[in-house]
């Protein structure tokens, strides 16, 4: 098949499309339905089905396109739509996780043991690429001994990744974000520094409150939702932990501290 | 919160690297071999059509069930890929039936579906499929390899 840049860049642009129907959409869905918890998360997992077949059809499509493709051009294209098409199934297993997560009983049902250490390693892994291209220096600290909690594993997952992920986001480049496992008696702390763009005081009390954005984060990154840190902080509150902020004020970088009980 | 898409390694050699390893599972073969496929969403049948061209193997496709337990009593496939929400009755169902039928109940079934929670995962693997995978998070040629590999373990 014989494919121009021109119907390359479309595609891209579809793809665009698709990711902000889909913020506009999941963003609806989230408000509509938060009066009732149980016919919201169905209504999730439905909306996560509807959108994950669009999202196959692209994803077949570029693969496709992209066999036998001996254009490097081309083939840089296809791969930067592939990860973008990946990043939206992600976000659609992130919310199905969720999902399934609602309640304290099915988080209990879900519990298991696993490193702490060894899941922050692949988390740190997964977006290193991305840390990379932006050159912002990314370290972690983590203690030789295994660390190991019981704990919903896709959850605490999830908390770390999007501790990770904010921090990448308001960390401009050259700029270094760092993270520190740390384990006191009774707990782990999972600690995400940057030297990024800061939170004024007056806004670190709402951080974590749904779709809140600082009038800075919306001016560095445009499409953000503003409903992960809500999320994470829901997530470890179900684990019986916390999710809380520092910051010395604009243009002082942040810190978020994740703080699980360790029996 | 950030969504940023994450990047991939694109420096030539890999991308070289990854032609290679395109053409290599694309040449994948199923000569000889028989599959019914049960897939209600034309655009992405007509995607495997293509790639299972490729396999050499007798592709049979169905976009609902009742046809679909008909060919696969009649044809006995090497393999059956299963599609979940399918219009009339469901993929579970058809998986039902094909193990029920002691005709049929020895063909591999894999189940592919944009459903992936672990209820649905358990409840296809409880009813006898050989193998669960979610559609938007494999690329066709993944799916060839892993019909291989369930028709490699049932010959043993």
Known sequence: ?263 | MAQDPKSKETASSLQSLEGEINQASSAISLDGKKIVWVEDDNFLANIITRKFSATKCKLLHFSEGTEALKAISTELPDAVVLDILLPGMDGFEILSKIKEDPKTKNIPVIMLSNLGQPSDIKKGKSLGADHFMVKATVAPDEIVGQIKDVLDKNKK
């Open chain 1, 1 to 263: 098949m014989n494919f121009s840049l021109e119907t390359i860049s479309n595609n891209a642009s579809f793809v665009i499309a698709l990711v902000a129907l889909l913020a506009v959409v999941g963003v609806a869905v989230f408000y509509k339905l938060r009066s009732n918890d149980l016919r919201r998360y169905e209504f999730i997992s439905i909306i996560v089905h509807k959108f994950r077949n669009p999202l196959t059809q692209i994803k077949w499509s570029i693969n496709e396109l992209r066999s036998g493709e001996t254009n490097q051009e081309k083939i840089q294209i296809f791969n930067e739509l592939e990860n973008s098409s990946d990043k939206l199934v992600e976000m659609t297993s992130a919310l199905m996780g969720l999902s399934s997560m609602s309640g304290s009983s099915g988080l209990t049902k879900r519990f298991e043991e696993f490193s702490l250490g060894g899941l922050i390693k692949e988390v740190t892994q997964s977006l290193n690429s991305l840390f990379s291209k932006k050159q912002i220096d990314l370290s972690i600290s983590i203690p030789n001994e295994d660390i190991t909690i019981k704990a919903n594993k896709e959850g605490i997952k999830f908390i770390i990744q999007t501790m990770l992920e904010n921090a990448l986001a308001y960390t401009l480049p050259g700029g270094r974000v760092e993270l520190t496992l740390e384990h006191p008696v009774g707990k782990v702390v999972v600690l995400v520094s940057d030297n990024g763009i800061g939170i004024e005081t007056k806004d670190l009390r709402n951080i974590f409150t749904r779709s809140f954005r600082t009038k800075a984060a919306k001016e560095i990154d445009t499409n953000g939702f503003g409903i992960g840190l809500y999320l994470a902080r829901s997530v470890a509150r179900h684990h019986e932990g916390d999710m809380t902020v520092s910051s010395e004020g604009s243009g002082k970088g942040a810190t978020f501290k994740l703080v699980l009980p360790k029996p």
